[in-house]
């Protein structure tokens, strides 16, 4: 039994396996020129085949079919396509009592390729049918698509931004290296219908240009005289009206640029149309009346830009207990026909022939009797208030109502601890007399305002009134003025400084700094020539006078040489010399000699200083004559060794020069020992110098090996 069920397990996964590796396949064709081409249909995995029966669907506005060919199968082909239905038919019958076992290739469909996009080519698989005599064999349905290789040139839609209700022209725009003759043209466009309507072809390049549109989707056709496109060439302009929304305009499958009758590869480029981004207003204003006066509450209009107005009408209420509707004027518009009533309600319509425009500033004003009870009475639009462009679509305008009411601003003004009585008060575009710090008969709304003093700070800002009397608190603060005097170390004047102040550098010479309030100034004062002086300076409640001194600076420069006495200088090259406090523990400021040997220090301001060196050259110039020098100094005192030669002498470092010193040298010279060696390889003759009221030169400074006693080594360059 056992053996039984693992035979059954393998009939039936071999069965399986043989369903599963039953297919029927579109094979995609890729890099399809446009014009005639051949799509294989491939069959695999067939045993016993004796009838076939195929659904196929592609996109028949891409895709023209002609027949299918290269049939592999002997018997009954029959191909059609059904119009009704939109499928092509396909069925296979074998010659009666035979079956066959295709693998591979089926057939061919043969279409006529239009261009420009990807097509599919699918199965209807419920009406598909794969037979083995009577029995249907269980298939896998592969689809598949068609899809253009590289275009020889590009037709592009436009991206608009345009107001809605506005006709817009989207232009078309063609070139292509591949477009040098081309003599037909058919395009297919879609677009929504509810956010664009088709008007016409305007502004066309092109003769005899036809089009039409039905349902959403804009036909164009035009065949001539063969043009040359491989420039940039915008061949119409497609009008629309514009209803809003982003709007999409799309080429789709049947789009197709022809040469001689011969389709060429072509790219589609979309377009879009989206509103601006401004969204028109109509205000009534919110003003100020005095009781018991007439007052004009304009409408303003703000952002129409390029807007094509047709009509408008407005719906308007007002308060009948504060205000009596007397009449109206026109600044913008003609034709406006107005009326009211007793209730509070105008209504005001205007319509023209022709588009107009409106400007940002008043359309029209109202006119009336403000109460003597005054009070805030509201201006509003009421239901129905519209604006529409010359192609009937409304316009997405925003209505803000407004009031006529009588309120006040007060202004109280101090320096942060006492009243300010005579603050000038520029107030809603208009300057009042000095003092005057109450302004009445207000609307809502923003007001600007600029509180200034002379020797005080001047405030800006606005004043907000909604509903209720403002008061405003303005703090003017007292300013004062920074004085610097500069001079030199001998106390003369410096005129033509420069200073950094608080962050800003001035002119030469400017040392006054005016209209500052109380707070820490940084400064930074400075000459060519000179040091530089930096500080801060501390305003808190009155003028500062500053002092500065800037003290002139100079150069220091002399040789850096070996000691010896006869001879051409010898320069102790590419070794560095160092400017020191006088007492010769703190150093300035270091440099290096050049080729020559010579320095140069500058910046140097007056005052005593010492030069000091070292180097990292080789020692040398030790010889015979060195410690026979040295021997004859200490048994005859003579030759007499001093200074920076008695120095060299004391390579023991004991402050002495003995008969020690002389042993150690002999022995360096004969063995080359350094035992008792305790000298430095070069010792440098500290000098002291003076910098008072001019350049220093000849500020030279000497140097020598230890034990050379003669002087007798050249240092390399």
Same mark, same amino acid.
């Given at each position: 039994?056992?053996?039984?069920?693992?035979?059954?397990?393998?009939?039936?996964?071999?069965?399986?396996?043989?369903?599963?590796?039953?297919?029927?396949?579109?094979?995609?064709?890729?890099?399809?020129?446009?014009?005639?081409?051949?799509?294989?249909?491939?069959?695999?995995?067939?045993?016993?085949?004796?009838?076939?029966t195929l659904y196929m669907e592609f996109d028949s506005d891409l895709l023209d079919y002609t027949g299918i060919t290269n049939t592999t199968l002997t018997g009954t082909w029959v191909a059609n396509y059904n119009a009704a239905i939109d499928k092509i038919i396909i069925t296979y019958t074998a010659a009666p009592g035979y079956t066959n076992s295709p693998s591979g290739k089926l057939f061919d469909l043969q279409f006529y390729n239009k261009g420009g996009f990807s097509s599919y080519i699918t199965f209807d698989e419920a009406n598909c049918e794969i037979v083995e005599f009577l029995t249907p064999i269980a298939t896998t349905y592969t689809d598949g698509t068609v899809t253009q290789g590289a275009s020889v040139g590009t037709v592009s839609l436009d991206d608009l931004t345009e107001p809605i209700g506005n006709s817009i022209d989207m232009p078309v725009t063609i070139q292509g290296s591949g477009y040098g003759s081309v003599d037909a043209i058919t395009l297919e466009v879609s677009f929504d219908e509810t956010q664009l309507a088709f008007v016409s072809i305007d502004n066309s390049v092109l003769t005899g240009v036809v089009a039409s549109a039905n349902g959403g989707l804009l036909t164009i056709n035009w065949t001539g005289t063969a043009q040359d496109f491989t420039s940039v060439t915008t061949i119409f302009d497609i009008d629309f009206v514009y209803y809003g929304g982003n709007a999409a305009v799309a080429f789709v499958p049947g789009c197709e640029i022809t040469n001689s009758t011969n389709p060429l590869a072509s790219s589609y480029v979309d377009g879009t149309v989206v509103p601006t981004s401004t969204t028109p207003t109509l205000t009534v204003s919110s003003v100020g009346g005095t009781p018991s006066g007439s007052v004009s509450v304009p409408i303003d209009a703000a952002d129409f830009g390029s807007y094509q107005l047709g009509a408008m009408t407005l719906n308007l209420d007002f308060d009948i207990s504060k205000l009596t509707y007397t009449g109206?004027?026109?600044?913008?518009?003609?034709?406006?026909?107005?009326?009211?009533?007793?209730?509070?309600?105008?209504?005001?319509?205007?319509?023209?022939?022709?588009?107009?425009?409106?400007?940002?500033?008043?359309?029209?004003?109202?006119?009336?009797?403000?109460?003597?009870?005054?009070?805030?009475?509201?201006?509003?639009?009421?239901?129905?208030?519209?604006?529409?462009?010359?192609?009937?679509?409304?316009?997405?305008?925003?209505?803000? /109502?407004?009031?006529?009411?009588?309120?006040?601003?007060?202004?109280?003004?101090?320096?942060?601890?006492?009243?300010?009585?005579?603050?000038?008060?520029?107030? /809603?575009?208009?300057?009042?007399?000095?003092?005057?710090?109450?302004?009445?008969?207000?609307?809502?709304?923003?007001?600007?305002?600029?509180?200034?003093?002379?020797?005080?700070?001047?405030?800006?800002?606005?004043?907000?009134?909604?509903?209720?009397?403002?008061?405003?608190?303005?703090?003017?603060?007292?300013?004062?003025?920074?004085?610097?005097?500069?001079?030199?170390?001998?106390?003369?004047?410096?005129?033509d400084a420069v200073i950094i102040f608080d962050g800003t550098t001035y002119a030469a010479g400017t040392y006054v700094f005016s209209d500052l309030v109380n707070n820490t100034y940084a400064y930074s004062v400075s000459k060519t020539g000179y040091t530089t002086v930096t500080g801060s300076v501390i305003v808190s409640g009155s003028n500062v006078t500053e002092s500065i001194v800037l003290n002139a600076l100079f150069s220091v420069s002399g040789v850096l040489k070996y000691a010896n006495t006869t001879g051409a200088v010898r320069p102790i090259t590419s070794s560095t010399v160092y400017l020191k406090t006088s007492d010769g523990l703190t150093t300035i400021a270091t440099t290096t000699t050049n080729a020559t040997g010579n320095f140069t220090f500058t910046n140097v301001t007056a005052g005593n200083y010492l030069l000091d060196a070292s180097t990292t050259k080789a020692r040398g110039g030790l010889t015979l004559a060195d410690y026979a020098i040295v021997r004859a100094f200490v048994t005859n005192g003579t030759p007499v060794l001093a200074g920076i030669y008695w120095t060299a002498a004391d390579v023991n470092t004991s402050n002495t020069v003995t008969l020690a010193d002389y042993a150690i040298i002999r022995n360096r010279v004969n063995t080359a020992s350094t035992a008792g060696w305790l000298a430095a390889n070069w010792i440098f003759l500290q000098s002291s110098i003076t910098v008072s009221s001019a350049n220093l030169t000849g500020a030279n400074v000497t140097g020598i090996c230890s034990g050379d006693v003669n002087a007798s080594y050249t240092p390399p360059l």
């Open positions: 039994m056992t053996k039984y069920i693992l035979q059954l397990l393998v009939v039936l996964l071999i069965a399986a396996q043989g369903v599963i590796g039953q297919t029927v396949q579109v094979v995609s064709l890729s890099n399809a020129a446009p014009g005639d081409i051949l799509v294989q249909v491939d069959m695999d995995g067939y045993t016993d085949v004796s009838a076939i109206y004027t026109v600044q913008q518009l003609s034709g406006w026909v107005v009326n009211a009533n007793g209730s509070g309600e105008i209504n005001m319509q205007c319509s023209n022939t022709a588009s107009s425009t409106l400007t940002d500033g008043s359309v029209v004003t109202l006119i009336f009797n403000y109460d003597a009870g005054g009070g805030e009475a509201a201006v509003t639009f009421a239901p129905g208030s519209i604006a529409t462009s010359v192609n009937l679509v409304t316009i997405p305008v925003t209505f803000v /109502d407004g009031s006529v009411a009588s309120y006040s601003a007060t202004f109280t003004v101090t320096d942060g601890t006492n009243p300010i009585t005579d603050a000038v008060i520029p107030f /809603d575009g208009t300057t009042y007399a000095a003092g005057l710090y109450s302004f009445n008969d207000l609307g809502n709304g923003t007001y600007a305002y600029s509180v200034s003093k002379t020797g005080y700070t001047t405030v800006t800002g606005n004043v907000i009134v909604s509903g209720s009397d403002v008061t405003e608190p303005v703090t003017l603060q007292a300013l004062y003025t920074v004085t610097f005097t500069v001079v030199d170390g001998a106390s003369s004047p410096i005129t």
